[in-house]
């Protein structure tokens, strides 16, 4: 097959202009999507896809969007794929206001960004930015994350896009696209229709570093332990009050100190994880996030809770406690090494674009990795993020333009593999 130059697309314009859109999720919302305001970037994305041409445009009631890029290929039987990304950012950092600022050709020096000084990018704290010397690196101002996590994968998949439709001859079949809300807060596909979406694979444009592929994730639980006491006056308490908070910090200081925590472990380790509480005399309840690589390793931690609970409770006469276990996602290899064609296809992909293959397991997990499970394989490729849910958030404008590549390659791999 004849080679297909790099694209020179807009992606960093699209980057820029969708990054001053505040899209933040929010934790605990009753609606769907969480926050009113990911809609009006949701809309302005309908809208363009079906500027481009592109066909079956939908916004549906949650936010979703999808579309088709119509098949340019003469070969038939062509599977559908598909791309996705996430509009909202994270509840962690303020999403309000972005100012978005492109350091172009920089050459190494440190990147204080200018509405707080005290927030600055610098070599020997990112090790990513080792490599980019010469780039024109995005971040915010200072006072906000930035918002490429994942305003760049939308980025770049629109930026693909519209580079197949200016070049119908470039061929490939029938491409899906989808962009979703709510990500961030666990949410991302739990209104996603994977049969009206109709693609036989997809891949997620959110993973970190250059070259990066991603196959693999943590399998992942969620656990409320609620410790029961017993409320009275405290000036009448004596003999009758037992304190559940303090039964909870008698608990969470029988947790492991030096194992099982996410600042003591890393590569394929797992954890425990207490990250939110609510407390009262008469009740306080703890919510750990549980992690392995192992799916099987999930019910161990658990296990171990549970143990750690019931020895706490036994020594706090007339206390109680409950135990609730909630799946999250499981690890997307599990489904993946089912369908090795689209893992093989996207490192195919990735090294056409001139890269190095870069594959390491996820200490997290993505959309893809409830996507494998409801029936749509769907490993997750680089979109270039780094910092993500930080003021110090940024991205190089190559490496998005590098990751439009990636997407026009596979998208030729899998027509002539087909």
């Known amino acids: 097959?004849?080679?297909?130059?790099?694209?020179?697309?807009?992606?960093?314009?699209?980057?820029?202009?969708?990054?001053?859109?505040?899209?933040?999720?929010?934790?605990?919302?009753?609606?769907?999507?969480?926050?009113?305001?990911?809609?009006?970037?949701?809309?302005?994305?309908?809208?363009?896809?079906?500027?481009?041409?592109?066909?079956?445009?939908?916004?549906?009631?949650?936010?979703?969007?999808?579309?088709?890029?119509?098949?340019?290929?003469r070969k038939p039987n062509v599977p559908v794929i598909g791309f996705l990304a996430h509009v909202d950012t994270s509840p962690e950092a303020s999403g309000a206001g972005v100012k978005p600022i492109v350091h172009a050709n920089w050459q190494g020096q440190d990147i204080v960004l200018p509405d707080d000084p005290t927030a600055v990018l610098r070599q020997a704290e990112?090790?990513?930015?080792?490599?980019?010397?010469?780039?024109?690196?995005?971040?915010?101002?200072?006072?906000?994350?930035?918002?490429?996590?994942?305003k760049a994968g939308?980025?770049?998949?629109?930026?693909?896009?519209?580079?197949?439709?200016?070049?119908?001859?470039?061929?490939?079949?029938?491409?899906r696209i989808g962009f979703t809300p709510d990500e961030e807060v666990g949410l991302g596909t739990a209104h996603f229709d994977v049969a009206r979406f109709g693609a036989a694979a997809a891949y997620t444009m959110d993973a970190a570093g250059l070259g990066q592929l991603e196959i693999e994730?943590?399998?992942?639980?969620?656990?409320?332990?609620?410790?029961?006491?017993?409320?009275?006056?405290?000036?009448?308490?004596?003999?009758?009050?037992?304190?559940?908070?303090?039964?909870?910090?008698?608990?969470?200081?029988?947790?492991?100190?030096?194992?099982?925590?996410?600042?003591?472990?890393?590569?394929?380790?797992?954890f425990v994880h207490p990250y939110m509480m609510g407390a009262s005399v008469e009740q306080t309840w703890v919510r750990f996030l549980i992690r392995d690589f192992v799916t099987a390793e999930l019910a161990t931690k658990e296990?171990?809770?549970?143990?750690?609970?019931?020895?706490?409770?036994?020594?706090?006469?007339?206390?109680?406690?409950t135990v609730r276990v909630e799946e999250s996602y499981r690890n997307?290899?599990?489904?993946?090494d089912h369908h090795p064609d689209v893992v093989e296809r996207a490192r195919e992909a990735i090294?056409?674009?001139?890269?190095?293959?870069?594959?390491?397991?996820i200490r997290g997990g993505t959309d893809g990795a409830r996507l494998c499970f409801m029936g749509l394989p769907t490993p997750n490729i680089f979109a270039g993020e780094n910092n993500y849910h930080s003021r110090l958030e940024w991205v190089s404008a190559q490496d998005m333009?590098?990751?439009?590549?990636?997407?026009?390659?596979?998208?030729?791999?899998?027509e002539e593999q087909a």
């Not at 939308?154 to 491409?175: D, K, Q, R, S, Y």
């Not at 549970?306 to 006469?317: D, I, N, S």
């Not at 090294?351 to 397991?361: H, I, N, Q, V, Y």
């Open 401 to 414: 333009e590098k990751a439009v590549e990636v997407i026009v390659h596979l998208a030729r791999v899998w």
């Open 154 to 175: 939308v980025a770049e998949i629109m930026a693909a896009a519209e580079h197949l439709v200016t070049h119908p001859e470039i061929p490939h079949g029938t491409i």
């Open 303 to 321: 296990a171990l809770l549970e143990r750690l609970a019931r020895e706490t409770v036994a020594a706090w006469p007339g206390a109680s406690f």
């Open 126 to 150: 990112c090790p990513p930015l080792r490599e980019q010397i010469g780039h024109d690196i995005i971040t915010a101002s200072g006072t906000t994350l930035l918002g490429a996590d994942n």
């Open 351 to 361: 090294r056409r674009a001139g890269l190095e293959l870069r594959e390491s397991p």
């Open 1 to 73: 097959m004849p080679a297909i130059a790099p694209p020179k697309t807009r992606v960093a314009e699209r980057f820029l202009r969708y990054v001053t859109y505040d899209t933040q999720s929010a934790e605990g919302s009753a609606t769907s999507p969480s926050t009113a305001k990911q809609l009006v970037l949701l809309d302005a994305l309908a809208q363009e896809l079906r500027a481009l041409g592109l066909t079956d445009v939908i916004r549906d009631e949650h936010g979703v969007v999808m579309a088709t890029l119509p098949a340019t290929t």
């Open 332 to 336: 997307m290899k599990e489904v993946l």
């Open 217 to 270: 994730t943590f399998s992942a639980d969620a656990v409320v332990i609620t410790f029961r006491g017993f409320n009275t006056h405290p000036g009448l308490a004596t003999g009758r009050m037992i304190n559940s908070i303090k039964i909870a910090a008698d608990f969470i200081h029988r947790l492991p100190k030096d194992a099982l925590s996410p600042e003591t472990t890393a590569g394929r380790e797992g």
